[in-house]
Structures are given as structure tokens and as C-alpha cells.
T-cell receptor
């Protein structure tokens, strides 16, 4: 899978919007952009994914650049419960052996200030 | 419904002991994954099952690590002769998808809470 680059950490005030960036300049045409997050002492959980168009769900929105070389996860109103490590992961829809698993980087640690 | 469960949640072992970590995936999920997460790092892939077949074990760090899923549901990760460098959180994940052509890009993995292994 292609590599992603995320800031190590970010801070947000509670009830403010948060924009978490991810760069993936070597993304291929069949790579989906996935976001997972990991709350303290828990396993990762799925947040959202997209291919080309922006996506919204109950947890967040995903904004994908027109050239697909970057994307932004948007939390519309950060709560204390959103404090977690957020991982941006590319997944090739048609990959072969050895790439079915998720490849995590270090992610972005989001701190939410009350 | 019930999510992925793992047991025990915490395990302390003396160096050289064998340990067995259990994963109960979501019912009906065909795919099962094991990951290892060192402190301050993202999870790293260990092995993958499709039903009872272990299709990929390329991430297992040594032959001391062994995983099985004999009936295609519950899985056990066994570590023989534990070493201090085996200390980590071991995560299990399951998903509906099978590894066939197309569609993998949209598959969602559901993770358990992990087992924290400490080797003294």
C-alpha cells in the first residue's frame, strides 16, 4: 500500500471543529482512503472511508482533494471522547497477496482541551 | 450485537513461559487478523485467516509465534518461550470480507480491546 504522512499530534478545544490532515502523494487510482481511530486502552475503530468524493457519516466527514494526493478528516464538534490516535490508511481494492491487512503508521494523537 | 472479544485482557509471563491469547470474532465474520502493537507505535500485522485457513503469516516475528483457528471461528495466538521483546498489546480483528478479486478496499475491520502482554 502507498505511504501516508500525518502530523504527530494536534490539539483542539472542546466543541470546536477539528481538521486532521493526511498526505498520500503516491496514491494509486484503486486506493481507498480509510480512517481509523484508537481511543486510550482500546483497539482501533473504523471511522470513515472514501475513494474520490467527499463522504459524511455520523462520526465524521472525509474531504478528499481533487488530485487525491491528500485528504482531511473533519470532526465537526470535538468532544472529550474524541481524544484518540487517528490513523489514515490506504487500501488497494484489487491488491494481491500480502496486502489484505491494514498497514498503520504512527497516526496523529488528538488532544481535546475542555 | 457482540463485538470482538479477547482474553485475557492482561497477561504477565516470566521469560521463557508459553502463553496463549484467545480471540472471539464477530459471529459470521470470515476473516480474522492478529496485530501486535508496541508502546507508542501503530499496530503491526502478524497473521491472517480466512475461515480456518491461515492465508498469510508473513508478519509473525519468529517461529515461537503460532496461530490457529481450527473451526473457523475462535482463534488462539500462542507464543512459546516468551522473551521481553514480546511485551506488547496483541490485537485481534475480524471482518466479513474474503480475499477475492475486488471489493477489499471497502472492507471494514472490527477490533477487540487487545491483550496486554508483559514479559518479565
Amino acid at each position: 500500500d502507498a505511504k501516508t504522512t500525518q502530523p504527530n499530534s494536534m490539539e483542539s478545544n472542546e466543541e470546536e471543529p477539528v481538521h486532521l490532515p493526511c498526505n498520500h502523494s503516491t496514491i494509486s487510482g484503486t486506493d481507498y482512503i480509510h480512517w481509523y481511530r484508537q481511543l486510550p486502552s482500546q483497539g482501533p475503530e473504523y471511522v470513515i472511508h472514501g475513494l474520490t468524493s467527499n463522504v459524511n457519516n455520523r462520526m465524521a466527514s472525509l474531504a478528499i482533494a481533487e488530485d487525491r494526493k491528500s485528504s482531511t478528516l473533519i470532526l465537526h464538534r470535538a468532544t472529550l471522547r474524541d481524544a484518540a490516535v487517528y490513523y489514515c490508511i490506504l487500501r488497494d481494492a484489487y491488491s494481491g497477496a500480502g496486502s489484505y491487512q491494514l498497514t498503520f503508521g504512527k497516526g496523529t494523537k488528538l488532544s481535546v482541551i475542555p | 450485537g457482540a463485538g470482538v472479544s479477547q482474553s485475557p485482557r492482561y497477561k504477565v509471563a516470566k521469560r521463557g513461559q508459553d502463553v496463549a491469547l484467545r480471540c472471539d470474532p464477530i459471529s459470521g465474520h470470515v476473516s480474522l487478523f492478529w496485530y501486535q502493537q508496541a508502546l507508542g507505535q501503530g499496530p503491526e500485522f502478524l497473521t491472517y485467516f480466512q475461515n480456518e485457513a491461515q492465508l498469510d503469516k508473513s508478519g509473525l516475528p519468529s517461529d515461537r509465534f503460532f496461530a490457529e483457528r481450527p473451526e473457523g471461528s475462535v482463534s488462539t495466538l500462542k507464543i512459546q518461550r516468551t522473551q521481553q521483546e514480546d511485551s506488547a498489546v496483541y490485537l485481534c480483528a475480524s471482518s466479513l470480507a474474503v480475499r477475492t478479486s475486488g471489493g477489499v478496499g471497502t472492507d471494514t475491520q472490527y477490533f477487540g480491546p487487545g491483550t496486554r502482554l508483559t514479559v518479565l
